[in-house]
């Protein structure tokens, strides 16, 4: 059995990921609880193999392990932008620590980088290769620049010291575990519907986002930590709908008294947005395989019984 820790295993990702996981392993979960929810773990808690540290990452940590999945980090716009030094030193002392262990205990690292290091995309789909195009001094800054400056570091320290690394880019993710108050578009949506609260689109609505259902997503962070990429590799599903044509279907599939209304677009928000998984199709044999409409399916009972 190997031994894994899990930074951000008691959030969104984390949560789902240490499920997975902890059929075969041993997981250890760090997490601050900052914008996750205890209730995430409560069914691993009595699990023997499995160990969680109330621990903030930009503290140093010493625990031998083998791999290491950094996934450690508000990721919705509303949180990481509450504190955005915190989330910068999150992002940049996090990935320090975490690799300062990978590499005294020659452990795999992956690190969760995110879409948003393409900022708001010039290049449509978008692909590995692309630098993007990230304001320096925005809202948004403190996550973007935050985790291209990890992805940096990563690359860094598997140049410098050899440490074995993965760095997966995450695009737009959903489903259970998310948080009623997670703030992101979907969540946002069921919960307002459920509650017969109206459904609120910033900006005219025809901004768009490609979104993955957190299954797949999990099946491509595993299947990228036990590849040999050590290159970015993009996580996402391709399929791209307008946050008009979400706030519609969602409609659709809740009874509700809710309608449509419109609020003022943050800003930097990027236009649109979807990867280009070539890459993870060819080198991983991943792509999601779960539909928006069966992944609301489950995203919609999931919500009916915390709401
Ligand atoms: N959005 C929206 N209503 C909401 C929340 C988000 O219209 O209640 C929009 C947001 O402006 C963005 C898209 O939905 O264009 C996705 O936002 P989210 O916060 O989910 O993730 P992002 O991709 O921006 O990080």
Redesign the pocket.
Known sequence: MKTILVAGGAGFLGSNLCKKLIQDNIIICLDNLYTSDISNIIPFMNHPNFKFIEHNIINPIDIEIDEIYNLACPA??IHYQKNPIETMKTSVFGIFNLLELAKKYNAKILQASTS?IYGDPAIHPQKETYWGNVNINGPRSCYDEGKRCAETIMCDYHKQFDVNIRIARIF?TYGKNMQKND????S??IVQALENKDL????D?T?T?SFCYVDDLIDGLIKLMNSTITTPTNLGNPVEYS?LNIAKIILEKIETKSKIIHQE??KD??IK?KPDITKAKQELNWQPNVSLNEGLDKTIEYFRKIV
């Open positions: 919705s716009p948003e737009n703030g992101r578009v979907i946002n949506f609120t689109i910033y900006g609505g901004q986002r946050m677009l943050p928000d990027p947005r």
